[in-house]
């Protein structure tokens, strides 16, 4: 009405020279949206402080944000939760060569992402695959710790941890898939995540992920529990190329490869989102 004004809401801000960050949303480890695992893909021009990232993280409230700034070779690459920095993810690394190849038409067949805690990563398309190439991380035998056993609800066959996450496997699809583990009890172990993992009844080998310490409670498919899954099931089921179905409730699709010291994992992606961010 003429002669009146709106309030500013409270705790809203207004710059006059905001800063324009360019981001994507993308369903990684699936051909289309709504499945697979949606990761946000923001393009910098320069390192922000850590602070801005996890504020920007927490409030796009998915399981990782990838932050890219461009280098001589290739892209500098740091992925953020909701509450903290992650040394390695999968699906948001798919998600930003998918943006590269696909939004910013990276002209090379692959791509090199320098990263702080696991070292350079390539990604390489293949036909209509991203095929990323990680660590082999095989996990160790180990005991089955109380809280783990009452988190998870039942006796897992045998457990395992490698240097971030812990894996407990079981004999069948339909209990992993069935599984309703108590996420605040999983949060108490000493780890960045639980993966249950058993043999597939369409494919190699299913797995799921949680992962509420880092503050994913479950997340819809995980690249890089894969490091840890391909070297095991290559090992029990006797080959080295394997396929594999993340079976959350959103699932993913991902084809595998254990190459000596490192894994090779491929999916697709699919693009749900392309914006501003404006601060």
């Known amino acids: 009405m003429s002669g009146m004004s709106a309030a500013t809401p409270p705790g809203i801000c207004f710059k006059e020279n905001k800063m324009n960050i360019p981001m994507y949303q993308v369903d990684a480890f699936t051909a289309t949206v709504f499945s697979g695992n ?8 320069t390192w922000l402080d850590d602070t801005v990232l996890q504020a920007v993280a927490a409030e796009n409230n998915l399981s990782e944000t990838a932050f890219l700034v461009q280098n001589t070779t290739g892209f500098d690459l740091r992925w953020f939760t909701p509450v903290t920095e992650v040394a390695l993810c999968g699906h948001a690394t798919l998600a930003s060569a998918f943006v590269q190849f696909f939004c910013q038409h990276w002209d090379k067949d692959t791509i090199l992402f320098d990263t702080r805690h696991s070292g350079p990563l390539t990604v390489a398309r293949k036909g209509d695959l991203l ?15 109380d809280t783990l056993s009452r988190a998870l609800g039942e006796a897992p066959l045998q457990v395992y941890k490698s240097a971030e996450d812990l894996m407990a496997v ?8 069935g599984m309703q583990p108590d996420v605040a009890l999983l949060a108490q172990l000493d780890c960045r995540g ?16 949680f992962g509420p310490k880092v503050g994913v409670p479950e997340d ?13 099931w290559a090992s029990k089921l006797g080959k080295n190329d394997l396929h ?5 409730q959103r699932g993913g699709e991902l084809v595998c ?7 090779r994992i491929a999916g697709r992606a699919a693009l749900y989102l392309e914006g501003m961010i404006k601060i």
């Open 38 to 45: 949606p990761a946000a893909v923001c393009l910098l021009d």
């Open 131 to 145: 095929e990323m190439d990680f660590p082999s991380r095989p996990p160790a035998a180990c005991e089955l710790s």
């Open 170 to 177: 079981f004999d069948s699809e339909t209990t992993v898939a």
């Open 194 to 209: 639980i993966i249950i993992t058993a043999p597939g009844d369409h494919c190699d080998f299913v797995s799921r992920f």
């Open 220 to 232: 819809p498919v995980t690249g890089s529990a894969h490091c840890v899954l391909i070297p095991f």
């Open 244 to 248: 594999a179905r993340q079976v959350s």
């Open 257 to 263: 490869r254990l190459a000596h010291d490192r894994v």
